[in-house]
Nanobody, 116 residues
């Protein structure tokens, strides 16, 4: 069982930055691939960024590439999403995800609102 708790969301103006945090706990949680997804009202949940456990390789959605950065701390119990140059279209609930070979887990989400 893995538990994920997001924090760091808020209301900011376009062009501002935010850093989201995801505190992870549970058996072998450090060996999961970690990622971020987001969901805006009336839209499907979409992939934002991910970091592979095996080699640390990251992947980003085209819409955030060059603006967002995913990372983990040295103990691999917290994953971050650094968001720069935020745009109104980034407004969504952001969810942390831990993906194992057969099981995935989700956090409760944190709201990010970007005003124009």
């Amino acid at each position: 069982q893995v538990q994920l708790v997001e924090s760091g969301g808020g209301l900011v103006q376009a062009g501002a930055s935010l850093r989201l945090s995801c505190a992870a706990s549970g058996r072998n949680v450090s060996r999961y691939d970690m990622g971020w997804f987001r969901q805006a009202p009336g839209k499907e949940r979409e992939f934002v960024a991910a970091r592979r456990w095996s080699d640390g390789i990251t992947n980003y959605a085209d819409s955030v590439k060059g603006r967002f950065t995913i990372s983990r701390d040295n103990f691999q119990n917290t994953v971050y999403l650094q968001m720069n140059s935020l745009k109104p279209e980034d407004t969504a609930v952001y969810y942390c995800n831990a993906a194992g070979r057969y099981q995935g887990y989700w956090g409760q989400g944190t709201q990010v609102t970007v005003s124009s």
